[in-house]
Each structure stands twice: as structure tokens, then as C-alpha cells.
């Protein structure tokens, strides 16, 4: 497609359980980010991948989530062992490189996956 | 740290009105970006401009325009002649040279509400 998609749009799930969330960047970009926006703690950056390694992972926020992106496009973030404070909508963007000040700081969002904790 | 503020959580307008967000920062750094992005009801955020710490000139695109004073610290956003489709929550965003300019830090946003 010609923006960046996400699945599942919604999810529910049970408290404990194990939860995927995909994003499918703009074909050709090589930096992805994953952000959170939740009613409490409003957008927060989780991590970053240029090409398939995550130089910044600092904004996950426990040893819980975890990400990865092969091929230097579909990334995938999991959160383990759900808790109820991890309910949210979890944003995915990309943009053509992360070099610094030679990014134009446009990032293209996807539409978001919310997650509902049970 | 790093510290994005907008005060105002929703402003509600009826067309044709001109309103003005506000975006207060605060950074250590002295290279920075900011950015406005906008949320409509679809969710996607959608990004509208990025200035750099050295470039105070304002800038005007189309019915938008915005004011970076780096005396005050605010890079604040006016929509003239407000129109409907302007509903939405607006993001102001800083990223800082010590990050890379990867990590965006985001204000809690504005929510406008425009009626006809």
C-alpha cells in the first residue's frame, strides 16, 4: 500500500496473555519507530530501527516488550505477559532515513493498533 | 530534559474564527528541532512543519502559520479562518541533537473543534 499499515487495528486480550502488533512501513524507508499514545501518559517514543537493528530501544518500557524488523521492513512489536496498564494505541511510522539532521523529521504514521487489556 | 507543554487542552471555534495553539519547550540542547503534527478522528498523525533551532523566521503556509520565539521558548501555531476539516488534536514535538533528532518528545496535544 502506499502508507504505513498496521494490523491489528483492535485487539482485546486477557490480562497475562501474549500480544503482536505488525507494521508494514512505506516500501523503500529505512527507519521505523514505534510510539505509544495512551490517555495517561500521552505519546511516548518505545523504540527505533534503522535498516533491522534498534539503536534506541530506551522507550520500552520493561523487559516485556521486545521488537524486531527483518528484511529491512515489516517490524514486529510484542508485548509479553499483557497487563492492563499496557492498554493503549501503539503507532508505527517510518520515514526514508534516521540520519540525524538530514531527516526532515517527517515521519508517516500508520493509523494505530489499539490494544485493550482485559 | 526534555520537556514539550501545550497547555491547552481543547479550544473550540466556530469557522471562519482565527485561533492560535500554544507550544512551550524546554531543552538543555542547543541544536533542536520542533515540529506541529496533526491527529484527525482517523488517528494517523499527520506531520506539518519542522523548524531548527537557528532558523527563527516565522513561516506561513496557506491558512497556517507559525511563531518560534526562542526568547520564550515557544513555537505557537495560528490557523486563520478556521474551517471545519481543522478539527483535530494538534501535537507540538521537540527532538534534540543529544538523541540523534530520532526521538521525538511530544506535547500533550490540543484538541480543536471546529463548528460550522
Known amino acids: 500500500g502506499a502508507g504505513v499499515s498496521q494490523s491489528p487495528s483492535n485487539k482485546v486480550t486477557e490480562k497475562g496473555k501474549d500480544v503482536e502488533l505488525r507494521c508494514d512501513p512505506i516500501?523503500?524507508?529505512?527507519?521505523l519507530y514505534w510510539y505509544r499514545q495512551s490517555l495517561g501518559q500521552g505519546l511516548e517514543f518505545l523504540i527505533y530501527?534503522?535498516?533491522?537493528?534498534?539503536?534506541?530501544k530506551s522507550g520500552l518500557p520493561s523487559d516485556r516488550f521486545s521488537a524486531e524488523r527483518t528484511g529491512g521492513s515489516v517490524s514486529t512489536l510484542t508485548i509479553q505477559r499483557t497487563q492492563q496498564e499496557d492498554s493503549a494505541v501503539y503507532l508505527c511510522a517510518s520515514s526514508l532515513r534516521a540520519s540525524g539532521v538530514a531527516n526532515t523529521g517527517e515521519l508517516f504514521f500508520g493509523e494505530g493498533s489499539r490494544l485493550t487489556v482485559l | 530534559a526534555q520537556k514539550v507543554t501545550q497547555a491547552q487542552t481543547e479550544i473550540s471555534v466556530v469557522e471562519k474564527e482565527d485561533v492560535t495553539l500554544d507550544c512551550v519547550y524546554e531543552t538543555r540542547d542547543t541544536t533542536y528541532y520542533l515540529f506541529w503534527y496533526k491527529q484527525p478522528p482517523s488517528g494517523e498523525l499527520v506531520f506539518l512543519i519542522r523548524?531548527?533551532?537557528?532558523?527563527?523566521q516565522n513561516e506561513i503556509s496557506g491558512r497556517y502559520s507559525w511563531n518560534f520565539q526562542k526568547s520564550t521558548s515557544s513555537f505557537n501555531f495560528t490557523i486563520t479562518a478556521s474551517q471545519v476539516v481543522d478539527s483535530a488534536v494538534y501535537f507540538c514535538?521537540?527532538?534534540?541533537?543529544?538523541?540523534?533528532?530520532?526521538?521525538?518528545?511530544f506535547g500533550t496535544g490540543t484538541r480543536l473543534l471546529v463548528s460550522p
Open positions: 523548524r531548527n533551532s537557528f532558523d527563527e
Open positions: 516500501s523503500g524507508h529505512t527507519a
Open positions: 530501527f534503522q535498516g533491522n537493528s534498534a539503536p534506541d
Open positions: 514535538a521537540l527532538s534534540e541533537a543529544g538523541t540523534g533528532f530520532q526521538k521525538l518528545v
